[in-house]
Nanobody, 115 residues
Framework: QVQVVESGGGLVQSGGSLRLSCAAS????????MGWYRQAPGKQRELIAS???????QYVDSVKGRFTISRDNAKNTVYLEMNNLRPEDTAVYYC?????????WGQGTQVTVSS
């Protein structure tokens, strides 16, 4: 199981940017595809971006062109660069393997976008 710790969330204005980081357990990190999930109030957690090893990226349509996922296998870290944020992006963001059953959920990091 991959252990993760998310960080980098916060409060931003509409149109602003944030960079999220996910520190993963060192052992076997590079063998897993990783992703960012988010959960808004009243909704289920959904995968919004994924990246394989070394670097194939995929996104859901709602974030495509605005968010960029990347990874640094040497640092056992995955990132999510979020630009042109919208209020609808407000959610708790989680990092995990893809599929998620290979990792334990962290506490997530809250992203709040004001209008």
């Amino acid at each position: 199981q991959v252990q993760v710790v998310e960080s980098g969330g916060g409060l931003v204005q509409s149109g602003g940017s944030l960079r999220l980081s996910c520190a993963a357990s060192a052992s076997s990190f590079s063998f897993y595809a990783m992703g960012w999930y988010r959960q808004a109030p009243g909704k289920q957690r959904e995968l919004i971006a994924s990246i394989s090893s070394p670097s194939r990226e995929q996104y859901v349509d709602s974030v495509k062109g605005r968010f960029t996922i990347s990874r640094d296998n040497a640092k056992n870290t995955v990132y999510l660069e979020m630009n042109n944020l919208r209020p609808e992006d407000t959610a708790v963001y989680y990092c995990g393997t893809v599929p998620s059953r290979y990792s334990n959920w962290g506490q997530g990091t809250q992203v709040t976008v004001s209008s």
